[in-house]
């Protein structure tokens, strides 16, 4: 018997990840293409469509083995600016 999570396929999802620390767009790449928004308060935004659960714990590692502190995580919609209490520089 299938459970509910099971049942349903993965959906892409576009996230806003907050990282303590500094990232420039040179790490765009490392980080699968998702925008890298610095904050004028040191902190960096990751931001873009992850694919999957999958891809999105494989991203939460590089974070990581990165050694960058996690803030926070939130999944968006594409409409929605859940940024608005973040400056950026």
Not at 60 to 75: Q, T, Y
Request: glycine share 6%; proline share 3%; hydrophobic share 45%.
């Amino acid at each position: 018997m299938m459970t509910n999570h099971q049942q349903r396929a993965p959906e892409a999802m576009i996230y806003q990840i907050c990282l303590r620390g500094q990232l420039d767009q040179s790490w765009a790449e490392w980080f699968a293409g998702l925008e890298i928004v610095a904050l004028a308060n040191g902190d960096t935004l990751l931001i873009g469509l992850i694919a999957d659960q999958a891809a999105l714990y494989g991203l939460i590692k590089k974070i990581r083995d990165l050694g960058m502190p996690l803030i926070s995580l939130l999944p968006i919609s594409s409409t929605s600016n859940k940024c608005t209490s973040h400056e950026q520089a």
